[in-house]
Every structure is written in C-alpha cells, then in structure tokens.
C-alpha cells in the first residue's frame, strides 16, 4: 500500500521557519516527481512547488521562491519543503503528492497543518 506522510506543520510566528518532511511508503518515488501543494480555509487546494526525479524544481510563483525551498532525498523516499519568512497568509494544510504513471498527482498526503501567527 503506498502511503504519503507528512510531518513537520505547526504554529509558528510571522518571520519564522518550518521544514515540512513527506516520506513515502510502498514503493520508491525515486524517478517521479513530486510535489506539494496547500489549501487555506475556504480557498481551492493550490500548487506551491514539484521537483523531478533529477532535482529540477518548479514553484507556484517567484514570491514563494525566494522563500520556500523544495528538495528531496531519494535514498529517504523522501521530499522537503523549507519555508523562511512565513507569512501569516501562508497557513493552510500544505499536502504532498507523487505523480504516476499517467503523469498526474495520483498519491497523495493526509496533510499538515501550518499556522503562521502575525
């Protein structure tokens, strides 16, 4: 059973760093990319950030580059993401997902909880 499991959410001040760790189970995502992804209350699940099978990393917009860092340790079946000087608008469960074989998110996280305090 593939299993997607996210760890590292929690209150954190305005300012403040999270490491958001996902490690997966059942099978090696070593050559898909993966991805992750946030949903704030009462808005639509967004993309925040992918990284392929080789490291090549994408994100939602330049704003969440300079801030949050998407990597991953294929040895760990495992994906990251660093966020630096969050922002209270960046609270939301933040999910991670895995692309399959018809190139779409097809596993996903439960979710972690992010709150950002101002």
């Known amino acids: 059973q593939v299993q997607l499991v996210e760890s590292g959410g929690g209150l954190v001040q305005a300012g403040g760093s999270l490491r958001l760790s996902c490690a997966a189970s059942g099978r090696t995502f070593s050559r898909n990319a993966m991805g992750w992804f946030r949903q704030a209350p009462g808005k639509e699940r967004e993309f925040v950030a992918s990284i392929g099978w080789g490291g090549i990393t994408y994100y939602s917009n330049s704003m969440l580059k300079g801030r949050f860092t998407i990597s991953r340790d294929n040895a760990k079946n495992t994906v990251y993401l660093r966020m630096d000087k969050l922002k209270p608008e960046d609270t939301a469960v933040y999910y991670c997902?895995?692309?399959?074989?018809?190139?779409?998110?097809?596993?996903w996280g439960q979710g972690t909880q992010v709150t950002v305090s101002s």
């Open positions: 997902a895995a692309i399959g074989s018809n190139s779409k998110y097809d596993y």
